[in-house]
C-alpha cells in the first residue's frame, strides 16, 4: 500500500523572504549594541549601509552564518517559483529564465556574504558586483513572475498588485540613480537609505509569493511502498 504525504512549501517561500530581512535588521541592532553603528532609523537617517552592519563584532558571525543558507534557500526558492507557475498553467517563456537566474542571484548572495568584512580591492569588487547582481536579477525574477500571474484568469488581480510592487522598486532605483547624476552630494548622505529600501521591498515581494503558494496550496508529495 503507497504511503502519501503532502507538504505544504509556502513555509519556504516565507523562509526564504523572513531570513535575509530579519538578517540585516538584527545585525544592526546587534551592532548598535556594540558600538560598532549609530542608533538611527536606517531607511531614512542614511545612517549606515547594510553591508556595516556584519562587518564586525558578533554580527559578522550572525550575517554569514545565515545569509550563506538564506542564499541556498533562495536557490531552491526560484526553482520552485518556475514549477509553481507550470503547475497553475503558465509556460510563457520567461518563466524558463526564473530558475537561471535565480541561480545567479543567489550565487552572487553568497560571494557577496563571503567577502564581507574582509579588506582588498578584490574583496571590494566582489561585494560590489555581487550585490549589484543580487539585487537586479532578484527584481527581474519578481518581475517574471508577477508578469506570469498578471496573464493568468484566475491570478490576474494578485498579478497586478505584485507588478504594482515591482513598479515601485523600479521607481526608487531609478530615483536613486538620477539623484546620484544630479545631486550627488545630497545623494552622498542618503544612498544608504535607498539601499533598507530597495531590500525591504525585495523581500516583501517574496512575502507576497508566499501567501500566494498558500492560496494555492502549493506542496509537494512524498511516498513510499
Request: charged share 10%; net charge positive.
Amino acid at each position: 500500500m503507497m504511503d502519501h504525504r503532502f507538504f505544504h512549501l509556502w513555509w519556504l517561500a516565507l523562509a526564504a523572504a523572513l531570513i535575509p530581512l530579519l538578517t540585516i535588521h538584527t545585525t544592526f541592532l546587534v551592532s548598535v549594541l556594540e558600538g560598532h553603528v549609530d542608533l538611527c532609523v536606517p531607511y531614512w537617517d542614511s545612517c549606515t549601509s547594510i553591508s556595516r552592519t556584519g562587518r564586525h563584532g558578533t554580527s559578522y558571525f550572525i550575517f554569514k552564518g545565515t545569509m550563506l543558507p538564506a542564499a541556498l534557500l533562495g536557490i531552491l526558492f526560484w526553482w520552485l517559483n518556475a514549477r509553481w507557475l507550470r503547475q497553475l498553467g503558465i509556460h510563457s517563456a520567461g518563466v524558463a529564465w526564473i530558475p537561471w537566474l535565480g541561480l545567479i542571484a543567489c550565487v552572487s548572495l553568497a560571494a557577496y556574504t563571503l567577502a564581507l568584512g574582509h579588506a582588498g580591492d578584490g574583496f571590494n569588487l566582489i561585494r560590489r558586483v555581487g550585490v549589484v547582481l543580487y539585487f537586479s536579477l532578484t527584481f527581474i525574477c519578481e518581475l517574471l513572475v508577477s508578469a506570469a500571474l498578471r496573464g493568468h484568469p484566475r491570478w490576474s488581480n494578485p498579478g497586478l498588485r505584485l507588478l504594482n510592487l515591482c513598479q515601485l522598486t523600479l521607481a526608487v532605483g531609478i530615483l536613486s540613480v538620477i539623484l546620484n547624476g544630479v545631486v550627488p552630494e545630497f545623494y552622498s548622505h542618503k544612498d544608504d537609505a535607498f539601499e533598507w529600501i530597495l531590500a525591504f521591498l525585495i523581500n516583501a515581494h517574496a512575502l507576497w509569493l508566499a501567501l500566494l503558494w498558500r492560496k494555492s496550496r502549493f506542496r509537494v508529495r512524498l511516498w513510499a511502498g
